[in-house]
């Protein structure tokens, strides 16, 4: 049984028999560039993703500073460019001698009993974080280590780094608070500006904190047709996550979500033909199909094995290529899916589906993922960045810590640092930075379905639930922005 829990936009009526003809929409692949990895370089440093992701973001920042010049808080001159010496004594008052300004200057350039204003990346030292240094060392210790949800403790210490020094934060801070907090919420990777002094003790006592500049919000919205009423300019996207197959559920959840797609639910067919495009978002394979015993064997004892995820992949193949036949449908890698585990996470081989691969409705994508639907930017994730945000904090609100990822303009801010991700050369731009901004931004496999407009209505963040525990699929209209949650169920209506 498909259940659509916003009655109207299904509204459907039944007494006309007519063939459904499936809407189609404009689309592009924005991220192409930046999210495939072409060649794998293991001798690269991660210090090139923090610096090119500071370069990227500090003129961002320090355009959101520029709004508090009119309060004659900061001097316009020291924010064209950041001092690397010492701040000049015009920065000790105003044109007046009477205005206090605070002058942006490098960490390096700090001295104490002075307000500054700074750029720089956050980091976090933390006594529970692990590390392979630690293990090496303690290696005669014959206690098994403690298995940890969370490493988060009260002596953890925040950090804003540039590209000369770094200096602990201090102030209305609470280090458990998300990944590293004052009286708002911050991300370790994060790049933010800070206003402040250095006290006696050498931290830097915060005062205030500034976020990217976000000036491109209207631009990404569709323009609306005065001329289309009711349900005619209707456009959904589908996002679904988590299917897990091979998992402890019906596999009939699974056929109903493809006859949904393809329009072979009676009375729901009309809304199905407005589908333009499904994205799974990610962990389309259960975790229990991955052979971790397989890898440690040698070969020619596994020569003969089968793997655990032969038979799951055959079953997601034929659901692919059902919803393929009508709609066009983007498969994301996720953390449980047979692909590499690095971020960007690559796209899964196309040998594996060997009945939807031909298709040309069928595609595997990154993780991000980045694309444009008609005149909809949309950017999101398979659910890596929330689950690592909450092992390092005490996060439990998805919606918000989503909701901090886009306000920080990267998707995953704990990468490289708690996330492994693949090392960039110099020339290359940071993966994880949100450029331009998305119309619908979409984190996938949460515990439950949250949602929220910004900005006048003119963004959406999702949260897409795991379809194998909540049997729930996500319709958002591109039209208004509206989000319908379809439950599935061969029992009782959701």
């Known amino acids: ?22 809407k189609e929409a404009k689309y592009e692949f924005i991220g192409r560039e930046k999210l495939l990895v072409k060649s794998y370089q293991p001798n690269l440093q991660y210090v090139h993703i923090y610096a090119t992701r500071l370069n990227s973001l500090r003129p961002k920042v320090n355009k959101a500073m520029q709004h508090r010049i009119s309060e004659n808080l900061l001097n316009s001159s020291s924010l064209s460019s950041t001092s690397r010496g010492s701040p000049s004594k015009q920065h000790e008052g105003g044109a007046d001698g009477n205005v206090p300004r605070v002058p942006l200057v490098s960490i390096s350039a700090i ?21 392979i240094l630690k293990e090496v060392s303690e290696e005669h210790n014959l206690e098994p280590p403690v298995i ?69 919000l209207i631009s990404n919205s569709p323009a609306m047709d005065s001329e289309k009423s009711g349900d005619e300019g209707d456009s959904f996207v589908m996002f679904v996550s988590g299917l897990n197959v091979g998992g402890d559920y019906e596999s009939v959840l699974l056929d109903m979500l493809a006859s949904f797609v393809s329009g072979d639910c009676g009375p729901m067919s009309e809304i199905s033909s407005k589908i333009v495009r499904v994205i799974v978002c990610g962990n389309s394979i259960d975790s229990k199909c991955v052979d971790k015993e397989l890898h440690t064997q040698a070969l020619y004892l596994s020569k003969k094995s089968t793997l655990s995820s032969v038979l799951p992949l055959q079953t997601l193949d034929c659901t692919l290529q059902q919803m393929c036949s009508s709609c066009n449908v983007d498969v994301m890698a996720g953390e449980t899916d047979p692909c590499t585990a690095f971020l960007p996470q690559q796209p899964m081989n196309r040998c594996m589906f060997p009945k939807s691969r031909v298709y040309s409705t069928f595609a595997t994508v990154t993780n991000p993922y980045h694309c444009k639907i008609d005149d909809s930017i949309i950017v999101g994730c398979s659910g890596q960045n929330l689950k690592d945000i909450g092992r390092y904090s005490t996060v439990t609100d998805e919606l918000a810590a989503l909701e901090m990822t886009l306000k920080s303009q990267i998707t995953c801010p704990t990468a490289p640092d708690t996330l492994p991700c693949y090392p960039l050369g110099k020339s290359k731009e940071d993966p994880f930075i949100i450029d331009p901004q998305p119309r619908v931004y979409f984190a996938g496999n949460c515990s439950e379905l949250q949602y929220k407009l910004l900005n006048n209505e003119t963004q959406l963040i999702l949260c897409v639930p795991t379809f194998s525990k909540t049997k729930e699929a996500v319709l958002v209209n591109l039209k208004d922005l509206k989000v319908t949650p379809v439950c599935f169920s061969d029992v009782l209506m959701c």
């Open 148 to 216: 940890r949800d969370t490493f988060v403790d009260k002596s953890d210490q925040i950090f804003i780094e540039d590209d000369t020094q770094s200096l602990a934060l201090t102030g209305n801070i609470d280090t458990q608070n998300l990944c590293n907090g004052l009286s708002v919420s911050l991300f370790i990777g994060m790049v933010v500006g800070a206003i402040g002094k250095e006290n006696s003790d050498g931290e830097f006592q915060v005062d205030e904190i500034f976020y990217p500049h976000n000036s491109e």
């Open 1 to 22: 049984m498909v259940v659509a829990t916003d009655a109207k936009s299904m509204e459907v009526n039944e007494t006309e028999d007519r063939p459904v003809v499936r």
């Open 111 to 131: 001295r104490p009993d002075r307000k500054y204003a700074v750029i720089g990346t956050l980091q976090k030292r933390q006594t529970l974080k692990p590390s």
